[in-house]
């Protein structure tokens, strides 16, 4: 019985080989391909240079967008799915003050300006949760967003 299941995986290994060969792919893949993995590069390379230079764009219409100014990061290179779970105070004129919990304007909240747009520092934090006799262990993670 193992003898069969080992060819068995022999085999779908060959075609996954053989589906996934450079040669064999479309003019089209290679160069989608090509250019995912130059973005990888660029961003690998700009947060290894000091970190990437984030830039905070938002609008009551379109809501927010986390970009780096110097390489294709967005807010996923950060923490994935991380714009859900962004928080930030943005500071307004006359001390006014934007304040986006979990990615939005709090629920109830008129938003007190229709835009914001600005450098800012973008960073992950995370807490432990020690599990007991009510729960697993669990971590939470959260992007935390400052005007610069
Ligand atoms: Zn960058």
């Keep these: 019985v ?3 299941l080992k060819v068995f995986f022999a085999g779908a290994d060959e075609e996954w080989y053989a589906s996934h060969r ?3 792919k479309s003019p089209e893949q290679q160069e989608y391909e090509t250019g995912w993995a130059w ?3 660029a961003a690998a390379s700009c947060a290894e240079r000091g970190g990437h230079w984030w830039h905070l764009d938002w609008s009551a219409e379109d809501g927010l967008d986390l970009q780096c100014l110097h390489c294709p990061a967005g ?4 923490y994935p799915d991380g714009g859900d779970v962004l928080f930030a105070e943005l500071p307004l004129l006359f001390g006014k003050v934007l304040r986006i919990e ?3 304007i709090p629920l109830g909240t008129e938003p007190p300006c229709r835009y914001w747009s600005g450098a800012v520092r973008a960073w992950v934090e995370s807490e432990y949760h020690r599990g ?3 729960g697993p262990e669990e971590w939470d993670a959260w992007v935390v967003v400052e005007s610069l």
């Excluded at 807010?75 to 950060?78: C, G, K, P, Q, V």
């Design 2 to 4: 193992s003898l069969s």
């Design 102 to 104: 979990y990615g939005d």
């Design 75 to 78: 807010i996923n290179e950060l």
């Design 132 to 134: 007991g006799l009510w």
């Design 22 to 24: 450079w040669q064999d």
């Design 39 to 41: 973005d990888q590069w």
